[in-house]
């Protein structure tokens, strides 16, 4: 019993130790930017290029066109401005991929606290959220070899 009963402890210890990923709606994702918590759009190029950006997003697109991803490379690329031991958001399309990432960052990267735009661009761009073009913003980071 008494065994049982440690375990049991080590193991809700262990939950609670846990990094946090939080699901945001738009009215938080504003909220949030405005506080500087970077946002981080894992999607494709293609994506970024045909509905635009929330303006001062990073881009850097976590899963390629196959659904291959490398966590390491992609991890180093965000490290400079989305450290684990402070907040970031992390926004795709809809909200799915980033279901993934946001449990990559919090469970095995250590990153503290994960937002989560749940509704994606999609969301954003339909609640009338505000879009800038990527084209500047990819041509910039590219000057820069940051994306």
Not at 44 to 62: D, M, P
Not at 99 to 116: D, E, H, I, M, P
């Amino acid at each position: 019993m008494r065994h049982l009963l440690l375990t049991c402890t080590l193991a809700l210890c262990s939950l609670f130790a846990q990094a946090e990923v939080i699901d945001i709606d738009n009215a938080q994702l504003t909220k949030l930017m405005q506080d500087g918590v970077p946002v981080v759009d894992i999607r494709l190029q293609s994506e970024w290029e045909e509905t635009g950006i929330v303006a001062g997003s990073k881009l850097h697109t976590f899963f390629d066109e196959r659904g291959r991803a490398d966590p390491a490379v992609w991890l180093e690329k965000i490290k400079p401005y989305a450290k684990p031991n402070q907040p970031v958001i992390v926004i795709c399309r809809t909200g799915n991929r980033t279901k993934a990432v946001s449990q990559f960052l919090s469970q095995q990267a250590g990153y503290a606290t994960v937002y989560n735009v749940k509704a994606g661009i999609k969301g954003w761009i339909r609640d009338s959220g505000p879009v800038a073009p990527a084209a500047p913003v990819l041509a910039a980071c590219r000057n820069a070899k940051t994306c």
